[in-house]
Every structure is written in C-alpha cells, then in structure tokens.
C-alpha cells in the first residue's frame, strides 16, 4: 500500500473519534443556550452578568488557544486533547452543580480555558496525519459534527431541562467523560511527529514567527469572518423580532435552518468543491457570497424570505471553514498545534469584538449591524488575496 493511501486508511477512524469529540464539545455549548436565562434568573442576575458569563468564555479561548496549541506541538496531540476533553467535563459538571452567580462564572471561564485545548488540537491531529488533498476533507468532517451539535444541541437542551434545569450539564458531562475515554484508550498519536521539545525557542517568538507568513494572512481573514458572522449572530433574533415581530419559534427555525446548512455544506459540498475548485478560491467566493447574504437580509421581507436568504449564507459560510482551515494548515510546517491555537485565538477575538461592535452599531439603526458584518468579509476576501503573494511556509 502506498503512502497516502496508507495515511487516509490510518486516519479514517480517529477522524470519527475527533468527530465525536467536537460533537460533544459543540453540544455541552449549544444545550447550555436554551437553560442560561433562566439559570441567570433562578440565581438573581441579569443582562449585565449574561454579557460577562458570555465574554469570559469567548475571551479565555482567546487567550490560552495558542498556548495548547504550542503545547502540542511540544509533548504530543494525544495529551493535550484528554486533558481538554476531561477538564470541559468537569467544568460542565460544575455548571450543573453551580448555587450561585460567582460559581457559574468560574465554571464557564474554566470551560474557555479547557474547551479550548480540542479544536486547535484536533485540526492539528487532520494536518499532521491527512496528505494536502484530503484535509478538507477532514476539515469538514469535524465542522459537520459541529454544526450538527449547533442544530440539536439547543433542542436537546429545551426537553432535557423541562423538568430538572441543570439535566442538560450533567447528560453533556457524561458524553465529555465517553469522549474523553475514546480519546484514551483508542486514539493513537498523529503519523507525523511533532516538534521536539529540545528547540527551546519562547513561545511569543514562534507567534511572531507565524504572524509574518502567509499564515498571519490567513488568521487575519479568520478573525474577520468570526467577526462578521457573530456579529450577526448576535444581533439577529433581536432584529427579526423588531422587524417582523417573529415568534419564539419562528427565530428558532432560523438558527436551526442555519445549523443544517452548515451541516449539508461542511459534510457534502466541501470536499467535491475543493477538489474542483481549490482551496484559494473557494475561501474568496465563499466570503463574497456570504457578504452577499448579509446584505441580502435587510431586503427579505418576511419570515419565508429571511429563511431563504439564511440558508444562502449559511452554506457560504460552511465552504469556507473547512477550505481555510486546511489552507492555512499548509503554512504550518511541524508547527500545526501552534497555528491551529491561534486559529482558534483569533475565532475567539473576533466572537468578542464583533457582537460588541453589533450591538453599538444596532442602537444606532438597526440595519448597520449587517452592513458592518459584510463589509468585514469584503475586507477578508482583500487580506486573502494580497497575503497569499507569498508562499512561504513556516520555517525550522
């Protein structure tokens, strides 16, 4: 068998058991969003103690992604993973347990700690261990487990928690700590080797390192979709409430709409587009096509249209996500923990700075959010293609 057919063999099943892993994490998420308003209340707090609760999570990802992704690159994916895994089913398991406002704010803060040592990492594991051809493929597999935790996630939420509230942590505890035996005792290290840990080399200079490659290119256009897709994300339900006076239910389908699409683009479309288009130009139509559905919601008319016009970008968006995160991985050389821990960081950045940008913009009129968040995915396709000039990769 030769080399690359022996590599997609090897990887096939812990690309399920990663799947798996990120389905878990993207669930203890999402089943928490239907459950925190009332958690808020039932403990005396309110919108202002949701923001922070919100922010910490976003902001501690933010800030430790890059570390556990050096770490990685350090002392081996397979370590880092589990202690991630096992420490967000600790921190939902404290979330469940949580009697006051100070406790579950530890408890999310811990989780942005430790949640954020799986993504970067198990994308590092896909660039080590898949050929260039097939890491979108992988790629994509592990945002349709994401995405599809994003669409049942808030459902499973809703039943679990009608009789018992803090159900919901402890049944996503329960799948983390299932996760985090697969990672133990099934999942081998990646083919490729990691770095050693004999290159002493400070962690800020490998980032700076990074930052003046074609990567740092790349991590700018991730910053700046995050930006522009959670800035509409945060702001959404609250315009179509506004607009068109929808339902509870109503703004429901929405986000369950846009959890299929990026399902059907991450799981279906990704890996066929990419080996008929290439990655670079994927990542370009697939940012003017979402721009172009941003800008196509303040022309919807209703709930039909808004749906339509949901489903448009949420497939552009799920193109995108995949093609980068493999492109970028070819910038990484023997540095994939490390790159991926500042994909994630710059994600998280962006999660912060574009809801709060959204929600500024919002008061002033209603519709700016959107044109702002399209005009930060018009600016990546700009970054995209004048970073790339050079392909240079990260080098020893």
């Not at 803060?109 to 898949?130: K, N, Q």
């Not at 239910?249 to 890996?271: E, N, Y």
């Amino acid at each position: 068998m030769n080399k690359p057919a022996a590599l997609r063999q090897a990887v096939r099943k812990p690309v399920l058991i990663l799947s798996f892993t990120m389905l878990v994490v993207s669930l203890g998420y999402s089943m928490a969003l239907p459950v925190m308003p009332f958690y808020i209340e039932r403990l005396g707090a309110g919108g202002r103690e949701m923001g922070w609760l919100t922010a910490s999570y976003a902001m501690m990802q933010f800030i430790c992604a890059p570390l556990w992704g050096v770490l990685s690159d350090r002392i081996g994916r397979r370590p880092v993973l589990t202690a991630g895994v096992l420490g967000y089913a600790v921190t939902l398991l404290m979330f469940g347990l949580a009697s006051s406002y100070w406790m579950l704010f530890a408890a999310r803060s811990l989780s942005g700690i430790l949640s954020s040592a799986t993504m970067p990492t198990a994308m590092a594991f896909i660039g080590d261990s898949e050929v260039e051809a097939e890491r979108s493929r992988g790629m994509g597999q592990l945002g349709a487990a994401m995405g599809l935790g994003v669409v049942i996630g808030p459902l499973f939420g809703g039943l679990l928690s009608a009789e018992i509230l803090a159900l919901p942590f402890f049944v996503g505890a329960g799948m983390a700590f299932l996760a985090f035996l697969l990672v133990v005792f099934v999942l081998p290290e990646p083919l490729q080797p990691v770095r050693s840990s004999r290159d002493g080399g400070l962690i800020n200079r490998e980032i700076r390192r990074i930052l003046f490659t074609p990567a740092g290119a790349l991590l700018l256009l991730v910053f700046l979709l995050s930006f522009g897709m959670t800035g509409y994300q945060g702001i959404a339900g609250l315009y179509v409430v506004h607009k068109f006076n929808f339902s509870t239910q109503q703004v429901g389908s929405m986000w369950m709409v846009m959890g299929a699409m990026l399902v059907v683009a991450q799981g279906m479309l990704v890996s066929p587009l990419t080996r008929r288009f290439g990655e670079p130009a994927l990542i370009a139509a697939g940012c003017a096509a979402a721009a172009l559905g941003l800008l196509g919601l303040s022309l919807a008319g209703g709930y039909g249209s808004t749906l339509a016009v949901l489903a448009f970008f949420s497939l552009a968006l799920g193109v995108i996500g995949p093609a980068l995160n493999a492109y970028l991985s070819r910038f990484a050389g023997d540095r994939q923990g490390t790159v991926m821990g500042l994909n994630s960081a710059a994600g998280s950045l962006g999660k912060v700075a574009g809801p709060l940008a959204a929600g500024y913009l919002y008061e002033v009129n209603i519709e700016y959010p959107f044109g702002s968040s399209a005009a930060a995915l018009l600016l990546g396709v700009v970054v995209f293609a004048a970073g790339l000039r050079s392909r240079k990769g990260i080098t020893n």
